[in-house]
């Protein structure tokens, strides 16, 4: 009984690890930073790197709304089994690749520009966790090292909050929390770092209300 429940949970794992991913890039020399990459399961598991080989990516969690909104997304897409580049004279904007897998399949699609409206909108979704996770990081670093900075870290965020820039604002609370809690960090510091806690729980309320109302 033991063997067999044990052989029954290696193949839910194996399961789980074999699931879809998404896979984004953008590589833009000259930008800071040049390369960008996200991962990103269909649980809404998301892993942010700056070099391919990165052993230790920004790890965070999109909401269900967010998750769902995604790979809706890459389904109208087919899946990036069609061409996504414009063809058009522009200015380079970086070179972009979508691709999704699962196994030993995939299928990917490389664009400077694109003209289809899914398209662009996918790719804001991923700029979107690219630059969240960047804001994450600078509030991780100067909590640590440069407390003083920290007021203007958070204060990078409520503005990338205020532009709707934010996906998977979870990954903030704890460090939030943590400032809010701790009078070695200036005031108006902690009193922005509990404001931002409020309108993130706000937010949360809201999707969960509307996510109730959608339902039969």
């Known amino acids: 009984m033991i063997r067999t429940l044990t052989v029954f949970i290696l193949a839910l794992c194996a399961f789980a690890a074999d699931g879809p991913r998404l896979f984004y890039s953008k590589t833009f020399p000259g930008s800071r930073p040049p390369y960008m990459e996200i991962r990103l399961d269909r649980d809404g598991r998301v892993e942010y790197r700056e070099a391919p080989d990165e052993e230790n990516p920004i790890v965070f969690q999109l909401r269900p709304r967010e998750t769902r909104?995604?790979?809706e997304l890459s389904a109208k897409l087919d899946r990036f089994r069609k061409p996504l580049e414009s063809g058009l004279k522009v200015a380079r904007m970086g070179d972009k690749l979508l691709r999704w897998e699962q196994g030993g399949e995939r299928f990917e699609a490389k664009f400077n520009h694109t003209l289809d409206p899914d398209a662009q909108l996918l790719h804001d979704w991923f700029e979107?966790?690219?630059?969240?996770?960047i804001?994450?990081?600078?509030?991780?670093?100067?909590?640590?090292?440069?407390?003083?900075?920290?007021?203007q870290a958070i204060l990078r965020i409520e503005a990338a909050w205020d532009r709707k820039r934010l996906v998977g604002v979870d990954q903030y609370v704890p460090l939030l929390k943590r400032v809010a809690a701790n009078s070695a960090y200036l005031n108006m510091a902690r009193?922005?770092?509990?404001?931002?806690l409020a309108l993130f729980q706000a937010g949360e309320e809201q999707e969960n209300a509307q996510a109730s109302e959608r339902k039969p």
Not at 128 to 133: D, I, V
Not at 191 to 196: D, F, T
């Open 135 to 151: 804001l994450q990081a600078d509030l991780e670093r100067t909590a640590k090292y440069e407390r003083l900075g920290v007021n």
């Open 69 to 71: 909104a995604v790979w």
């Open 128 to 133: 979107r966790m690219c630059e969240s996770a």
């Open 191 to 196: 009193e922005r770092a509990e404001k931002l």
